[in-house]
């Protein structure tokens, strides 16, 4: 089983900064087989990515996914006030089960 | 617009079978084109994959839970079902139901659309 590490646990940031969160796998996640979701008090997660860098349908360009093999990076380029909520990877592929990371919390500073 | 909703009893007393049922709307679970998969998250805490289900009644269960989850589905009424038996409050969670993208090689891949759902708790 495929093991995801994110981090920080949690980040606190101002509207309109940068957000860079981090997730990386403790063995190759294949093809680049990875998601990221947010999630809001209340409310399922939300896909935002797939395959490590592809936009799910409506999501803004200000969230972008670069990465592979093990290291994987969620940005948002300018954060809003909807933003802040909690952040999940998972892995996907020819590795079953599939596994979610522990999470990244976004607070507003 | 797929929406689905996760119904059943929010209360499961331990050593008893927990049953919730996924109604999909706006889509098929006769599609060929994705699994059907429930995922649970325990109260502040991250998200578990439990399995999925194929229209053919195929399914493929995530090995931590799989002598205890049954996983079903009724085409005629367009759901499917989640049964985890020999409950304990380490099964108390919130219970998502999930469309599930199939990639080449069947494979599952990631989970577009989501249920609101449903809190169980395990409790006697």
């Known amino acids: 089983e495929i093991v995801l590490t994110q981090s920080p646990g949690t980040l606190s940031l101002s509207p309109g900064e940068r957000a860079t969160l981090s997730c990386r796998a403790s063995?190759?996640?294949?093809?680049?087989?990875l998601a990221w979701y947010q999630q809001k008090p209340g409310q399922p997660p939300r896909l935002l990515i797939y395959g490590a860098s592809s936009r799910a349908t409506g999501i803004p360009d200000r969230f972008s996914g670069s990465g592979s093999g093990t290291d994987f990076t969620l940005t948002i380029s300018r954060l809003e006030p909807e933003d802040f909520a909690v952040y999940y990877c998972?892995?996907?592929?020819?590795?079953?089960?599939?596994?979610f990371g522990q999470g990244t919390r976004l607070d507003i500073k | 617009q797929v929406q689905l909703q996760e119904s059943g009893p929010g209360l499961v007393k331990p050593s008893e079978t927990l049953s919730l049922t996924c109604t999909v709307s706006?889509?098929?679970?006769?599609?060929?084109?994705?699994?059907w998969s429930w995922i649970r998250q325990p109260p502040g805490k991250g998200l578990e994959w439990i399995g999925y289900?194929?229209?053919?009644?195929?399914?493929n269960t995530n090995p931590s839970l799989k002598s205890r989850v049954t996983i079903s589905v009724d085409t005629s009424k367009n759901q499917f079902s989640l049964q985890l038996s020999s409950v304990t409050a380490a099964d108390t969670a919130v219970y998502y139901c999930?469309?599930?993208?199939?990639?080449?090689?069947?494979?599952?891949?990631?989970?577009?659309?989501w249920g609101r759902g449903t809190l169980v708790t395990v409790s006697s």
């Open positions: 063995q190759s996640v294949s093809s680049s087989y």
């Open positions: 706006g889509g098929s679970v006769s599609s060929g084109s994705n699994y």
């Open positions: 289900i194929y229209y053919s009644g195929n399914t």
């Open positions: 998972q892995q996907y592929g020819s590795s079953p089960p599939r596994t």
């Open positions: 999930a469309r599930d993208i199939i990639g080449s090689g069947w494979y599952g891949l990631y989970f577009d659309y």
